[in-house]
């Protein structure tokens, strides 16, 4: 175990470990040969003390970097984990590590704490937290609003913070969870432990606000990029539901290997998983709607080969650690270009080749646009001030558990209120998790508008990524390029291994592009003004950040109405239309 220092509950590392013996300890500890590129460096910052923000393609070994680190850092480890089923892939696999290099009493143990489990095993997992038998515990996010279980965290004296799917943690990422957003705060409670926070889908914007809501102090960042070389990328579009529904099943039907289908309802998921077994494949459906006991076992047979193909709603895949998954088949289209790259990274984990297919109808774009439209809940926020500012009045704080009760309101709402408010500025969260109202500044109606503003912006930038993940559906260009664009990666060139490079498609359009923008033409000055990731203000639209440059083109995320592409003639045409500005 590395030597350490403990001033409060803060864990520093006395020395600096060696790569050599990072290297030692994940081949002794976990049968790791290699280390792949980005873990090396990110156990060593942990080591050292450091912060660290991970950002590695799906199937790239983030897990990996929390749990070296956990088990060569002096005290328990918390993973903060947004799914139930991704929590038990995890301890399954720390489960099989300590039996395969026999580390049972070695420190591999890891518990988990959430709604699922029945009491006793609960108890059991609080009783071996405290004798300091656990390693690593497993929570959701939602777990943290619960004084109890922070309470009994800090009594541990937790080393190593690690938060997995860490963009949930943005406004601006494509599975914002209110609960994320109280992890700052717990930190504090906890002492402020060092954090490893990970994720597969962070562009810079959402880099910069996970180290902002996390209060990730100078962090390390080890950014891998999004490129997954052996995935084949395709897009076939209809016209049709039932064409649309024929070329699926037909395609799927002679696909080798196992994969993942993934449908817009619990209902279609039953229909395709039904006709594939009537061609023949061995598919079973997966959604919400079936009893925990069922997904478990689908679970278990997926990872286990018993069947080939899953059928799912989105609920199906995060973290699955499966590497020989073949193929991911969309029969509808994603929320967003976000949510399809992090589900089709699902494939290929081995690193062979592996396919993406989405199968896309135009119309199918307006049940995502209606899903985007989720406007704030006006009474619910003027309940939640109203009770806040009372209490603050009269008690100096408000509690959410007393605010849950008075209000008689969910969890979830609860927390989407006081989010709001607190982002309008109306509200305070102190370090022990209390609510204050802001010091009177704003009255409860001005209070309410202003959070209302703030959902109105979260849903424009909902809708724009809508209006991304058509374009890539929609490009006649290298999907990859658009693909690796949107997260503010520039590809040069064609990739060679998408639908529009095969069809030639890619190579026409791009050629069209450098037609229409020769050297010396409108449009040329503007690409040198306007640099990849760089901060700039609209006239209307005001602050963003330059995501994707084509010859003629740049496309921007702005802060109040997300994703927009201009014209780069435009903006030479119309000198202060967009203009940079200090980072």
């Known amino acids: 175990m590395v030597d350490t220092v403990q001033p409060g509950y803060e864990h520093r590392v006395r020395r600096k470990t060696t790569a050599a013996a990072i290297r030692d300890a994940a081949q002794e500890r976990f049968g790791w040969d290699t280390l792949r590129p980005g873990q090396l460096e990110a156990v060593q910052a942990l080591l050292g003390g450091d912060d660290v923000l991970v950002v590695m393609p799906t199937g790239s070994g983030k897990s990996a970097v929390y749990q070296l680190a956990g088990l060569l850092i002096d005290g328990p480890t918390v993973v903060v984990s947004p799914l139930i089923a991704l929590q038990r892939d995890q301890l399954a696999g720390l489960a099989d590590r300590a039996q395969r290099h026999s580390l049972g009493e070695e420190g591999l143990e890891a518990v988990a704490v959430n709604s699922a489990q029945r009491a006793s095993e609960t108890t059991k997992a609080w009783e071996s937290l405290a004798d300091g038998d656990a390693e690593f515990v497993f929570l959701a996010p939602e777990q943290l609003a619960n004084d109890t279980v922070v309470e009994r965290l800090a009594q541990a004296e937790i080393s190593l913070l690690a938060i997995d799917e860490a963009h949930c943690v943005s406004a601006w990422g494509h599975d914002f969870r209110p609960d994320y957003l109280r992890i700052g705060d717990v930190r504090e409670r906890l002492g402020s432990p060092r954090v490893a926070a990970l994720t597969a889908t962070a562009s810079p914007p959402v880099r910069a606000e996970i180290v902002e809501r996390l209060r990730l102090h100078e962090p390390v960042s080890i950014i891998q990029g999004f490129d997954r070389p052996n995935l084949r990328l395709e897009v076939q579009r209809f016209t049709q539901a039932a064409d649309k529904d024929r070329a699926l099943i037909e395609r799927v039907s002679g696909l080798d290997g196992c994969g993942l289908v993934y449908a817009a309802t619990r209902k279609e998921t039953e229909r395709l998983a039904t006709e594939l077994n009537e061609r023949g494949r061995r598919a079973k459906a997966y959604h919400a709607g079936l009893k925990a006991a069922e997904r478990e076992q689908i679970h278990a047979e997926f990872h286990q080969s018993a069947i080939e193909i899953v059928v799912a709603t989105t609920a199906f895949g995060m973290g699955i650690d499966k590497p020989d998954v073949r193929f991911v088949v969309h029969a509808d289209i994603s929320e967003s270009v976000d949510s399809y790259y992090q589900e089709i990274g699902r494939a290929g984990r081995d690193g062979q080749p592996a396919l993406a297919v989405l199968h896309y109808r135009p119309e199918d774009l307006g049940l995502r646009s209606f899903f985007a439209s989720s406007s704030a809940d006006e009474q619910v926020l003027s309940a939640v001030a109203g009770a806040i500012k009372r209490h603050t009045a009269t008690e100096g704080r408000a509690e959410p558990s007393q605010l849950r009760d008075e209000l008689e309101m969910s969890h979830t709402r609860l927390t989407a209120a006081v989010n709001l408010l607190e982002q309008a500025g109306a509200i305070e969260v102190d370090g022990e998790g209390g609510l204050h109202y802001a010091d009177g500044r704003l009255g409860i109606e001005n209070a309410v508008d202003t959070a209302e503003d ?124 967009l203009v940079r500005r200090n980072a």
């Open 454 to 577: 703030v959902a109105q912006a979260h849903e424009r930038i909902d809708r724009s990524r809508v209006d991304m993940i058509r374009g890539y559906a929609e490009t006649p260009g290298c999907r990859r390029q658009f693909m690796l664009g949107y997260f503010g990666e520039q590809y040069p060139d064609l990739c060679g291994n998408c639908d529009t490079c095969s069809s030639g498609s890619a190579g026409e359009y791009a050629a069209g592009q450098a037609a229409s923008s020769p050297p010396g033409s409108p449009g040329e000055g503007a690409a040198a003004e306007y640099p990849l990731e760089s901060p700039v203000a609209h006239r209307e639209w005001g602050n963003g950040v330059v995501m994707r440059l084509e010859s003629d083109r740049i496309t921007v995320l702005f802060e109040d109405v997300g994703y927009r592409t201009l014209s780069l003639r435009a903006l030479e045409d119309d000198d202060g239309l």
